[in-house]
């Protein structure tokens, strides 16, 4: 290790981030590869370490022998003013090289507050932030993750995006690359190529043209770049191999514990719900090869609880069969099964006796509103006797702790939906008390997280305006005013936060002199509260004569012209209005596993999704 590097890890809060080292990591000489990856989580080394999708793609790229994927994270801010002063550029933990040492430098973007952390990385590391900058002397700079459906703020800056799953797609991004590098190809003639691999987005082959009202004009391709780009799709998921092998990070991660990914996709449409539509169609794994796989991990690992992660782990066909068969072997070595995303109308008594038995913990619901009438605005399709017969399931099985997800600010909300919040708790409390199983002096504990409702594209919802923060910030009081009892705790968001978040989610490339500026002037780890620097943000938009208001705060037209208007995840813009007049008519749309409601994501399969035989 370098001797500046060992010197500041002295100064610094958990070294430990920094050090690499951890068991499963992977090495390789640097002699013998024709391609080195530094994949890049724009955020701290215990949220980049919790997140699934890296863990999938450093095993998927090691496993080529030419290939050696290695990591890099934001540091916290005690080490990145630690490396600025010591000029120790960002380097990747296996190796330690700076990320000037790498043929590709790849991020993922989770998160539109994340940007700022991607410029300040890219900066730390010495690389020049605007790919017109950048010749093959550079690393290229690559993005994939669900915010490239609109990544356009940080378009300058990025030499290509990868859109949908990168299973499949990403190996052939590096087979080009590593074929360029030995052919000496230009770098222009390389993103040429790249652009006509499936899913492959490159910025700089489209012209953006604006209206004088400041709507996008048109989305012009140059350079035979595809007019609109369609997602990749790993249409063998059921039998693609899962992880087997974890880096066992050495600082606690945010969501330390084995990971196995039961399906993707979801069917169930809510309207406000990103995932839910651009990770269209759902596709899930067999119950046979999910527990082989995570008893494989949990023995190369050692972890002692195992996530069953999706983005609706209870709409697994085979899921009671899967819990089964862990339960064998969980159960005897004392290893406890998570299951994060439950539905409220498909939890069952049986269920429940499988989540308690291994040990007993908290179970999280997402009624999203609280009422029916918004419920159905947004498609929700959860009941009131639903949600009740839910939460008493639950406390007959042991469980005295619930927690619930809410949004405030959703279309056509009004204050008795706020006070529906209140409502919906107060009853669960009292469902508790009431019930014939509780535990003798032990009392019930609702807990109540409320996030502000933020527009997002390829959404039905992506048309709608987000509320003011002042609006915001009146329901939230109110809501405070409408709980009664000591057993239901609220916490909500910043809204000044998801008014960030939403402008971003919807901007355009004129965003991205703002995102520069704002860095220059020291935003970084946005999304932290402790660390956001909210007026410095808007002193910069309005230096910059941009309108933040602008993106965020108007209703797009349904046949508006969009930013991410050459972008294809597979449901069409025809199925997105639909949904959209839907909603305004409190109208629901059912399940995709129930009835089709032509979306067209099954094109992307090449047939139906589902068999609805």
């Known amino acids: 290790m370098d001797n500046k590097l060992k010197e500041i890890l002295t100064r610094v809060q958990k070294p430990g981030r920094y050090t690499g080292g951890e068991p499963g990591s992977v090495y390789k000489n640097k002699a013998e590869v024709d391609l080195r990856f530094a994949f890049c989580f724009p955020d701290t080394y215990e949220v980049g370490m919790s997140y699934l999708g890296m863990k999938i793609l450093y095993e998927l790229l090691n496993e080529i022998p030419a290939i050696w994927c290695e990591r890099s994270f934001m540091p916290w801010v005690d080490m990145a003013d630690e490396m600025q002063r010591q000029n120790l550029p960002l380097y990747a933990l296996e190796s330690k090289d700076p990320l000037t040492d790498f043929d590709m430098v790849g991020f993922t973007l989770q998160y539109e507050l994340s940007y700022s952390n991607i410029l300040a990385m890219l900066k730390l590391a010495g690389i020049p932030l605007r790919a017109g900058q950048r010749d093959e002397s550079w690393p290229l700079i690559v993005a994939g993750g669900p915010c490239v459906c609109n990544a356009e703020p940080l378009a300058p800056f990025i030499d290509a995006m990868f859109l949908g799953e990168g299973e499949e797609q990403l190996p052939a991004v590096c087979a080009v690359v590593s074929q360029a590098k030995k052919n000496k190809t230009s770098k222009a003639k390389l993103l040429r190529q790249l652009a006509q691999i499936e899913g492959v987005y490159v910025p700089s082959l489209y012209t953006v043209t604006y ?41 606690g991660a945010v969501h330390d514990r084995a990971q196995i990914e039961v399906l993707r996709g979801c069917v169930r449409g809510c309207r406000f719900c990103q995932a839910g539509f651009i990770y269209r169609p759902m596709r899930q ?108 399931l639950a406390f007959n099985n042991g469980y005295s702790a619930v927690k619930l997800y809410f949004m405030m600010g959703l279309p056509t909300e009004t204050m008795e939906d706020i006070a529906g919040i209140a409502d919906t708790a107060q009853r669960i409390v009292e469902l508790y008390y009431a019930g014939p199983n509780k535990r003798k002096g032990q009392g019930v504990k609702v807990s109540i997280s409320v996030a502000c409702f933020v527009p997002k594209p390829m959404t039905p919802f992506q048309y709608c305006a987000q509320d003011s923060e002042e609006t915001l910030r009146e329901k939230q009081r109110y809501l405070l005013s409408c709980v009664k009892s000591k057993k239901i705790q609220v916490s909500y968001h910043d809204s000044r936060i998801s008014f960030l978040e939403a402008v971003f989610a919807k901007g355009d490339r004129r965003l991205a002199d703002v995102l520069e500026k704002a860095v220059e002037a020291g935003c970084r780890f946005d999304g932290w509260d402790d660390q956001f620097l909210f ?42 209005r639909a949904e959209y007049q839907k909603a305004v008519e409190v109208q629901t749309t059912p399940p995709c596993n129930k009835k089709c409601s032509a979306c067209g994501a099954n094109k992307l399969l090449g047939g139906p999704c589902f068999a609805y035989n």
């Not at 140059?222 to 050495?250: C, D, Q, R």
């Not at 023995?299 to 066909?317: F, I, K, P, R």
């Not at 007993?360 to 006797?385: H, M, Y």
């Not at 943000?537 to 208001?549: E, Y």
Request: net charge negative; proline share 6%.
């Open 211 to 251: 209206l004088p009202d400041g709507r996008v004009e048109a989305i012009t391709p140059h350079e035979g770049a595809p007019a609109v780009v369609h997602k990749a799709l790993l249409k063998n998921f059921e039998n693609f191999p899962l992880p087997e092998n974890f880096v066992v990070p050495m600082v």
């Open 285 to 392: 794994r067999s119950a046979k090869l999910l527990s082989q796989s995570a008893q494989a991990l949990c023995g190369n690992t050692g972890y002692e609880e195992v996530s069953l992660t999706s983005l609706s782990t209870s709409d697994h066909t085979e899921l009671e069969p899967l819990l089964d068969d862990m339960l064998e072997w969980t159960a005897p070595k004392h290893i406890n099964l998570s299951l994060p995303s439950l539905r409220v109308d498909n939890f069952t008594e049986s269920l429940a006796q499988k989540t308690t038995k291994v040990r007993k913990s908290g179970l999280t619901f997402a009624p999203e509103a609280g009422t029916q009438r918004l419920r159905d605005v947004i498609n929700k399709n959860v009941t009131d006797e639903e949600i009740d017969r839910t939460c008493t």
């Open 535 to 576: 007026d410095v943000w808007m002193q910069t938009f309005a230096d910059l004569g941009i309108d933040p208001h602008f993106y965020a705060n108007r209703t797009l037209g349904l046949h508006e012209v969009t930013p991410w208007s050459h972008l294809d995840y597979g449901v069409t813009d025809d199925f997105l």
